[in-house]
């Protein structure tokens, strides 16, 4: 395996963790390099994470141990398909919008599946209704846990690698190509549109320094922005990559796992509530901390060259 290749496949160091280095990274990277042999699109291998993530869910329901360790292999299969949509995409520069709306339902859909399939799991063993209540405001709560991570890392790489780089974009932008489409001529694209305009709302709820930080960086910097913002920007927000890591996939993976394989699902419902929310306000705070920063330090700079 050329390890120059491998790495050029990464979206950046500094968002890696390192189970997703030696571990999904490697193994979606050989898929992608059979994908891109035979043709096959990044879409494609998306659409097909779907499928195992959604059966991933099923098999949790049952109260066997031996159906539930199929059902973290398939989770597990469906975590690498993901890792390789990407890798594909970077490879071979398929990358479409239809591209990153699929790849953000698509964890999504893992985890809906997941939640019905503890729910139903948790009914059949003697809880009450009440039980649902509490696995809709989880799956609220990983809704916005998976929403402000994934745009604080995309916030990240764009002073990391720039405009050009990066997958960071304002609902405003996408407001406006959702407009422009037809639903008698693009259907699909535009509920994609409509799905992907909500999503990104809802990461802008908690992110308001963010953006203003980011606006005023296009507005007053079009071309480039200054190195020392690039860098400084960059050294501090780095130690959050950890806490975005930590609301995405692997460390609830591994807490679902565990909740799972001794037979106490609801475990995993409490971890999402307390853990990582805890995580989740910690981390809005030192980010809209650190925006506000930068943001004061530009607007200080603008007015002594006025």
């Given at each position: 395996?050329?390890?120059?290749e491998?790495?050029?496949?990464?979206?950046?160091?500094?968002?890696?963790?390192p189970?997703?280095?030696?571990?999904?990274r490697?193994?979606?990277?050989?898929?992608?390099?059979?994908?891109?042999?035979?043709?096959?699109?990044?879409?494609?291998i998306?659409?097909i994470?779907?499928?195992?993530?959604?059966l991933?869910?099923?098999?949790?329901?049952?109260?066997?141990?031996?159906i539930?360790?199929?059902?973290?292999?398939a989770?597990?299969?469906a975590?690498?398909?993901?890792?390789?949509d990407?890798?594909l995409a970077?490879?071979?520069?398929d990358?479409?919008?239809l591209?990153?709306?699929?790849?953000?339902?698509a964890?999504?859909?893992?985890?809906?599946?997941?939640?019905?399939?503890?729910g139903?799991?948790l009914?059949?063993?003697?809880?009450?209704?009440?039980?649902?209540?509490?696995?809709?405001?989880?799956g609220?709560?990983?809704?916005?846990?998976a929403?402000i991570?994934?745009?604080?890392?995309?916030?990240?790489?764009?002073?990391?690698?720039?405009?050009?780089?990066?997958?960071?974009?304002?609902?405003?932008?996408?407001?406006?190509?959702?407009?422009?489409?037809?639903?008698?001529?693009?259907?699909?694209?535009?509920?994609?549109?409509?799905?992907?305009?909500?999503?990104?709302?809802?990461?802008?709820?908690?992110t308001?320094?963010?953006?203003k930080?980011?606006?005023?960086?296009?507005?007053?910097y079009p071309?480039?922005?200054?190195?020392?913002?690039?860098e400084?920007?960059?050294?501090?927000n780095k130690?959050?990559?950890?806490?975005?890591?930590?609301?995405?996939?692997?460390?609830?993976?591994?807490?679902?796992?565990?909740?799972?394989?001794?037979?106490?699902?609801?475990?995993?419902?409490?971890?999402?509530?307390?853990?990582?929310?805890?995580i989740?306000?910690?981390?809005i705070?030192?980010q809209?901390?650190?925006?506000?920063?930068?943001?004061?330090?530009?607007?200080?700079?603008?007015?002594?060259?006025?």
């Amino acid at each position: 395996m050329n390890q120059s290749e491998l790495q050029n496949t990464f979206k950046s160091s500094d968002t890696e963790e390192p189970i997703d280095i030696y571990f999904y990274r490697r193994l979606g990277y050989r898929v992608a390099l059979f994908s891109a042999k035979h043709k096959i699109r990044p879409n494609t291998i998306t659409i097909i994470s779907i499928f195992w993530g959604v059966l991933a869910g099923h098999l949790y329901y049952y109260n066997n141990i031996w159906i539930n360790v199929l059902g973290i292999i398939a989770l597990i299969i469906a975590n690498t398909l993901d890792s390789a949509d990407g890798q594909l995409a970077r490879m071979t520069n398929d990358k479409t919008e239809l591209g990153r709306i699929l790849d953000g339902l698509a964890g999504n859909l893992w985890f809906l599946s997941i939640y019905i399939h503890i729910g139903l799991r948790l009914t059949h063993n003697g809880f009450g209704p009440w039980i649902w209540i509490i696995g809709i405001i989880t799956g609220i709560s990983h809704i916005f846990q998976a929403a402000i991570a994934d745009y604080y890392r995309n916030g990240h790489l764009y002073f990391v690698k720039g405009e050009g780089g990066n997958e960071f974009r304002s609902s405003r932008d996408i407001k406006k190509e959702y407009e422009q489409l037809s639903w008698r001529k693009n259907f699909w694209m535009k509920l994609f549109m409509y799905f992907y305009h909500n999503y990104t709302r809802e990461q802008e709820l908690f992110t308001g320094n963010l953006q203003k930080l980011v606006s005023f960086i296009h507005n007053k910097y079009p071309n480039q922005m200054p190195q020392w913002l690039r860098e400084g920007f960059r050294t501090e927000n780095k130690p959050l990559m950890k806490y975005t890591n930590i609301l995405s996939f692997n460390t609830r993976a591994i807490a679902l796992w565990i909740s799972i394989l001794i037979q106490l699902p609801l475990l995993y419902w409490y971890f999402e509530l307390t853990v990582l929310n805890i995580i989740l306000i910690y981390t809005i705070l030192k980010q809209q901390a650190i925006s506000k920063k930068y943001l004061n330090l530009l607007q200080r700079e603008v007015i002594q060259d006025v």
